[in-house]
């Protein structure tokens, strides 16, 4: 998509009115000088949905979406930001920049058509007589004619150049097949990429056949081959299936991630169509994103292996940190999805997603099994490889909840686990922090990945307030930019909604909640900042609490430098690396002394 510049964001913005806009939708009803209307977002019979007319946003207090008239039409309609802008810049007759999209996207539509026509020379052949055996095989593993069509699922032919001549034929070169991936150029000649296998067309949301995977048919290995990556198809980026998917999706508000192609197309095919399947990698944040805008709770079904495992759990890390719920299907041991629905049923399926066991839970389990004597030092073995996930969850009730769990399962003291939690998290957060440091210096619009990646964890009461307090009136940019840098916010989140503040301050501009909502959009914060600006709106004496919340942060931020100085002691004390105690020593006590004590013992908040 091109990068549309921020002044036609800000004026498209301007040119509608919000209140005005959202009537068109759901019946508005006045409420002083702003509006309220039962949310389009949640089931509600009183309204808690708000629209701030002032600032042109609004929030919802039922189920915490919030955001400007972008957000507001990339909810309802389910588009990305880009799509929003450019339907709203046409509705106002704001001209866009055509030329940066010019070019390479006329290539990419010369690429879709081949890959088109390649999809569709896969699925002649496959329902041709010589794609008879193939037809036995799918079938017999569980996929129906109509499924089979409704994937487009198709067969590449044996033979070396079967696809190339066809396409030769219609006029395509060598060249292109190669660009997209379709033909491999070896020492003397070119042959087809895919050869005797079973084709899995990958479509992506726009409906387009943008790669292949293809099971093989007889011996040849790898058993699963996909297309490389291409100008079109970059593998981290997509899913396969959830074209077919997106609309059960959005019905059971849950996706079910399985491994495989396979998997995911017997399922479908079994009457479960809201599974879709990463497209043999591990699973990325780009792929949890592209499902975030569908659903709101994740099963992965993974195979019961160790692999299944790991893949287990690192998906759960991505998934869990975008707010996703993730729960875990548990499959028996050395059984794929597909086989079990054909062993087992359809209803003995749906038990098994019915009763799919919460994240921590499937933690604690697959921590027993690594440290299994129940030992007090294994319990806490097992607690410790549990905690860094559970402190990547946003919700705190959700993470209480699963403290307790833990504590309960590896009878382990809450209160102690609670603290370590709490050390796992600072340790994260300042991790965090060097990377995006890190970043920041190799590349700007890198950090605002890398804090996505992260997660609100720490306890933020009077940084929450003073960012808040910032975005209701962002004349207090200017002064909080010359006495707090933006590396003492300890929560990501707030700390990357105040960067893009001081951004637009070092700017000269004043950015109002709307626009701060369209620069932050993409990266899932626009619902944060409404949540903030409506949380100041209830702050009375707003002067006073905002110098209040400001020394408070930064004697939060001398408390933690000087914790994590002693643990830098500590270690060094274990070591027994007796310069370096020293030396950090004399830092410790100097800062010590530096510290400000005008508000003390408030590291709570
Ligand atoms: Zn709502």
Sequence with gaps: MPLIPEPLIDEIQLRIDLAEFIGRYV?????????????PFHKERTPSFMINSDKQIFHCFGCGVGGNIFSFLMLHDRVTFPEAVQQLAEHVGVP????????????????????????????????????????????????????????????APEGWRRLLSAATKQGTTPAQ???????????????????NRLMFPIIDLRERVIGFGGRSLDAQEPKYLNSPETALYSKGRHLFGLTQAKDAIIREKTAVIVEGYFDCVVLADGGFSHVVSPLGTAFTVDQARLLKRYAERVILAFDADAAGEEATRRGIDVLVELGLQVHVAQLPPGMDPDEALRAHGR?????????????????????????????????VQAAQWVLPTIAKVPDAMLRSEYLR???????????????????????????????????????????????H??????????????????????????????????????????????????????????????????RLTEEGLGGAVTALVTLAQTVTAQERAFEECLQRVRAQTRTRELALLQDRIRTAQLAEDHATVHRLLVEYQQRFEQRPTAVKGDADG
């Design 347 to 379: 209803a003995w399926m749906e038990q098994l997603f019915r009763e799919a066991i919460n994240l921590c839970e499937f933690l604690i389990r697959s921590a027993l099994r690594r440290y299994p004597s129940g030992a007090m030092e294994d319990r």
């Design 177 to 195: 097949l190669e660009a997209v991936g379709l033909l491999v150029r070896g020492a003397s000649s070119a042959y087809d990429r895919f050869r």
């Design 27 to 39: 019946p508005l009803k006045r409420s002083g000088r702003h509006f309220k209307a039962n949310c």
């Design 453 to 518: 990646a992260t997660t609100p964890v720490v306890a933020t009461g009077p940084e929450r307030l003073l960012i808040a307090l910032v975005l209701d009136d962002p004349s207090r940019a200017q002064r909080l930019q010359r006495d707090l840098p933006v590396d003492e916010i300890a929560d990501p989140m707030l700390r990357r909604i105040l960067s893009v503040v001081y951004e637009e301050t070092a700017a000269g501009r004043v950015a109002t909640p709307a626009q701060l909502v369209s």
């Design 405 to 451: 769990l833990i504590a309960q399962r590896l009878r382990l003291d809450e209160q102690a686990v609670a603290q370590e939690l709490m050390k796992v998290t600072s340790r994260l957060a300042s991790a965090a922090r060097s990377a995006q440091d890190r970043s920041t210096v190799a590349s700007p619009s890198m950090s605002a990945t890398v804090v």
């Design 96 to 155: 866009l920049p055509q030329r940066q999209r010019s070019s390479s996207e006329s290539d990419h539509k010369a690429l879709c058509a081949l890959l088109e026509q390649a999809c569709r020379f896969f699925e002649r052949t496959l329902a041709a007589s010589q794609g008879s055996a193939a037809r036995t095989y799918a079938q017999n593993r569980g996929v129906s004619e109509p499924t089979r069509q409704r994937f487009r699922l198709g067969l």
